[in-house]
């Protein structure tokens, strides 16, 4: 299990954030983050590239000396398709309208998104104001910028099935990249039946729909394990852990899958 969990202020986790030379490039993705005892990295310089974009940040700690992680340790997965999916179109925009609505967030939800674009958080967060919101993802860099903005926003980094109850019960469950978890789907329903409240809703999504999905596979098949569920498979799957398909959109430029728990 590789996880990582961001601390509360945004000072401490980005003290800088700037552009680095190309020739110190290193790659970014925990590998070994087990060898941890803290939740945080020992001062240190990383920087990888996202979309043809030089970065780099430095993360401060307390971590003692034998808890540091080094550079070799890491790989950071090319992500940069997520944003290139949040284009600047009326139509576009509406699709993730009609997702983050799909949610039917209060100001009491508590809500996880696991793998998106910072895009999407950023709409989600303009939009809905909840009770938690929690972001899974595998990239540190995509949740670094997310943290940098939204102090308030809670992160974790790892496998989305080791997330830890501690932020249950959950009453919204945004799956907005589905194909990138390397899980089946009976594992991760088996995940949101315990961590999920009586009545949540699971959305799981794609605003470019399977046409968008098998381009994403061709050009980046590191990230894109799996597949979108069609409906008979998905309703058998949700079955088995007292969830039911309520909504199921599976057009050319959009899947859209909305459940409700009945469980617990």
Known sequence: MHSLSFPSS??????????????????????????????????????????????????S?????????SEDDFHEKD???LESMEIDSTEH???????????????????LVSVSSEAFVDRLVESSPSQLLLIVHDSLFVLACVKEKYD???CWQGEFIYVPEKWSPLDVVFLYFLPALPFDLDDVFKTLSQRCSSGARVVISHPQGREGLEQQRKEFADVVVSDL??????????????FELTQF????GLYLAVLNFSGQ
């Open 152 to 154: 308030k926003v809670k």
């Open 249 to 252: 959109v599976d057009e050319q």
């Open 229 to 242: 569920p069609d409906d008979s498979t998905l309703r058998n799957v949700a079955k088995k852990h007292s």
């Open 61 to 69: 700690s307390t971590s003692p000396p034998e808890e540091t992680v």
């Open 93 to 111: 925009t509406k699709k993730i309208e009609k997702i983050i609505e799909a949610g039917e967030i209060s100001e009491s939800s508590r809500i």
């Open 10 to 59: 945004s000072s401490a986790l980005l003290p800088s954030l700037f552009a680095f030379n190309s020739s110190h490039l290193l790659s970014l993705q925990p590998r070994k983050l087990n060898r941890l005892r803290s939740h945080f990295f020992s001062p240190k310089l990383v920087s990888f590239s996202q979309s043809d974009r030089y970065k780099a940040f430095a993360v």
């Open 79 to 81: 992500w940069s398709f």
